[in-house]
Structures are given as structure tokens and as C-alpha cells.
């Protein structure tokens, strides 16, 4: 089993940035990959993002792309989400997911863009 704790979420601005962390209690290098997932009100959660090695260059939903960056801390056992620019509609439950074998999930921490 593996544990997830995201961070960072709060209130901001239209245009404002957030950077979120998700801490793992195992060293990341040893999952096969990590995501962020988000989930507006009413809506079905969607992938953000994903990162699968420090090698490649991580994927994003077009709705994203030049506005958020995932970057890695292998130290520290932490993935972060840099959040740019943001808009209205970026505003849900912000997910961090991790897989080997299984698939895990954080808690959630939220995210609200104010207009």
C-alpha cells in the first residue's frame, strides 16, 4: 500500500498560480508512474497530467498544456503540479495518483479560481 498526500490547494485569483505537492511514503522511483487528476463539481474526474519517469517529458490534457508543468523531487518522494495562469473552469478537487501493481489515491485538496 502506498500513501499519498497532496498539499498546496487553496483560493486564487483568475490568472494566479498554485503549485500543488503530493508526497509518497515510498521512493517514487520505484512506481511506475504518477498523475493529477482533477474533479469540478458535478463533473467526472479528469487526468491532468502525467509523469512516468525523469526521462521523458510529461503529458497533459490539451485544456492544460503551456499553463501547467508536473516536475519530480525523487528525494523527497514528491511530485508537484505548477499551476499557471489559471482560469475559472480549473476550479475542482485536485488528485494525486500513483501506480506499480495497484493503483493509489490521495485524498484530494482543492482548488478554487475566482473570477
Known amino acids: 500500500q502506498v500513501h499519498l498526500v497532496e498539499s498546496g490547494g487553496g483560493l486564487v485569483q483568475v490568472g494566479g498560480s498554485l503549485t500543488l505537492s503530493c508526497k509518497a511514503d515510498?521512493?517514487?522511483?520505484?512506481?511506475?508512474?504518477m498523475a493529477w487528476h482533477r474533479q469540478a463539481p458535478g463533473k467526472q474526474r479528469e487526468l491532468v497530467g502525467v509523469?512516468?519517469?525523469?526521462?521523458?517529458?510529461?503529458d497533459y490534457v490539451d485544456s492544460v498544456k503551456g499553463r501547467f508543468t508536473i516536475s519530480r523531487d525523487d528525494e523527497k518522494k514528491t511530485i508537484y503540479l505548477q499551476m499557471n495562469n489559471l482560469k475559472p473552469e480549473d476550479t475542482g478537487i485536485y488528485y494525486c495518483?500513483?501506480?506499480?501493481?495497484?493503483?493509489?489515491w490521495g485524498q484530494g485538496t482543492q482548488v478554487t479560481v475566482s473570477s
Open positions: 509523469i512516468t519517469s525523469p526521462t521523458i517529458t510529461p
Open positions: 495518483q500513483a501506480w506499480d501493481r495497484l493503483h493509489y
Open positions: 515510498i521512493m517514487i522511483s520505484n512506481l511506475h508512474g
